[in-house]
């Protein structure tokens, strides 16, 4: 892969910690209420419900333009879930509700597919991941 942006991030403290981002952003992450948290912060749920809706409707625009069309106002609600899976593990599931009120049903269902297609959260999440660990 060619990078054309490269994000970088550290986590200190795992769930219940501090993210900085390289150019100065900070996260106080903790334990939504849910886990027995204090939810006072940001948890790893809520940044990938963000990236994964911003991603999902840069794909909705893209595929449009690529049509032609002109979306007008849309939305995309993503709902990300924390759980147990079926073999014991914990296990993330992902729910996108995209909203298209200047478009008709058929065109929106082509625009989800496609969108689906070329949506790299999509993608990664459907596909296995290069894992590369170095210790620094």
Known sequence: MEALYVAVAEVEGGRQ???RTLDGRAFELTLPVELDGPGSGTNPEQLLAVAYGAAFGSALDLEARQLGLDLGKI???CSVSFGHGDDGGYALEVELRV???EVDAATAARLLR???GTCPYCRM???NIELRIVLA
Request: charged share 25%.
């Open 17 to 19: 910690g501090q993210a």
């Open 75 to 77: 939305s995309v609600a």
């Open 99 to 101: 909203r298209l009120p």
């Open 114 to 116: 496609a969108a689906e």
């Open 125 to 127: 999440a459907r596909r």
